[in-house]
């Protein structure tokens, strides 16, 4: 079955600091791929997504690209504000899913000034 | 306006109360669903609905029974809840189909703490 594999929290930074979370999944044939932030008390908004192999999504400074021959989707943002707290969450969704979302675990990032 | 909304935010309740939660969106998506996030964040879908039908119903107890009344709504029924029910509960939606974005929208969560 499909599944989403991400680096356990939590990660904690210095402001200004690089921050990486790893993302690996299995997948039949080609899902599209996302990131989800949810800030503390909030409910989960889509930060970027990739739809095929080789496209990267970027939004707020953050960057993903959609490596098919790794299966990998990794999160990378070059330097994190306090605001950019939040617990993260790799996805995937196939084509024939009716929109589900199979979520990874979530990783918590915590970034101190 | 919210674009997804939820009653209630919060509910505390003993074991054995049945329980609704309450879920709307104004984005005229055909799709809705409910995913569970248990105290580790892990988030589970458990229904979902495509214009009022049930198009994914994961291994959920039978305690749960959702009902969709019309497209832009999917309530949560929960019968004899159970310790274990204790989770925030999500409603989200999507328009699913020829003009799919893939994008899933959120509301805010309703928390249920069973004692």
């Known amino acids: 079955g499909n599944s989403v594999t991400q680096m356990e929290g939590p990660v904690t930074l210095s402001e200004e600091a690089f921050l990486t979370i790893n993302c690996t999944y299995t997948?039949?044939?080609?899902?599209?791929l996302f990131w989800y932030v949810q800030y503390p008390g909030e409910g989960l908004q889509l930060l970027l997504k990739?739809?095929?192999?080789?496209d990267k999504g970027s939004n707020k400074g953050f960057e993903a690209t959609y490596r098919k021959e790794t299966t990998s989707f990794h999160l990378e943002k070059g330097s994190v504000q306090v605001s950019d707290s939040a617990v993260y969450f790799c996805?995937?969704?196939?084509?024939?899913?009716?929109?589900?979302?199979?979520f990874g675990a979530g990783t918590q990032v915590v970034v101190t000034p | 306006d919210t674009a997804v909304s939820q009653t209630p935010k919060y509910l505390v309740t003993q074991m054995g109360n049945d329980k609704s939660i309450k879920c709307e969106q104004n984005?005229?998506?055909?799709?809705m669903y409910w995913y569970k996030q248990d105290s580790k964040k892990f988030l589970k879908i458990m229904f979902s609905?495509?214009?009022?039908?049930?198009?994914i119903n994961e291994t959920v107890p039978n305690r749960f029974s959702p009902k969709s009344p019309d497209k832009a709504h999917l309530n949560l029924h929960i019968n004899s809840l159970e310790l274990g029910d204790s989770a925030v509960y999500f409603c989200?939606?999507?328009?699913?189909?020829?003009?799919?974005?893939?994008?899933?929208?959120f509301g805010e969560g309703s928390r249920l703490t069973v004692l």
């Open positions: 989200a939606s999507s328009q699913v189909g020829r003009r799919n974005t893939g994008e899933l929208f």
């Open positions: 997948a039949t044939g080609y899902p599209s």
């Open positions: 990739a739809t095929k192999a080789d």
């Open positions: 996805a995937l969704m196939t084509t024939d899913s009716w929109g589900k979302l199979q």
């Open positions: 984005l005229g998506h055909d799709t």
């Open positions: 609905y495509n214009n009022k039908e049930l198009i």
